[in-house]
């Protein structure tokens, strides 16, 4: 699966390990900012939801199927200003219908920035796809 020219390659998110059982990933805080310099809560929430798409995805492969994001919620715990944070998605729920993750994001002091849950329905993919 290609990320080039997709929100994850516009945001510098680089994914290091791709299962369904877990996805990770890092990205920086430098570029993904809101106006005081903090990181992004939306960015947080880009990064939460890549992994578990990803992850989804990965499962659904196995039914012939895709996976579209239904809902995300997220929590954020403390602010970063530098640095990369780390993206850990682990499953919930992996069904063949749907699918749930829990996404930990942490900074690099290994400190949880925020805690994100994403839900995944599998649907039949489309032709060409």
């Keep these: 699966m290609s990320m080039e020219g997709t929100l994850l390659q516009t945001m510098g998110i680089v994914v290091t390990e791709a299962a369904p059982d877990r996805v990770v990933a890092t990205m920086p ?4 900012t809101q106006p005081y310099g903090l990181l992004h809560g ?3 929430c880009v990064l939460a939801e890549s992994l578990g798409s990803i992850g989804s995805a990965l499962h659904a492969a196995a ?3 895709v996976a579209v994001g239904v809902d995300i919620n997220a929590t954020h715990h403390r602010a970063v200003r530098d640095g990369t944070v780390t993206g850990v998605a682990t499953p919930i729920y992996l069904g063949r219908t749907t699918t749930s993750y829990e996404v930990v994001v942490t900074d690099d002091r290994d400190k949880r920035v925020c805690t994100a849950r994403i839900t995944c329905q599998l649907i039949q993919a489309p032709p060409g796809s």
């Design 29 to 32: 805080v430098k570029g993904n």
């Design 42 to 44: 939306g960015a947080s």
């Design 63 to 65: 039914y012939g199927k």
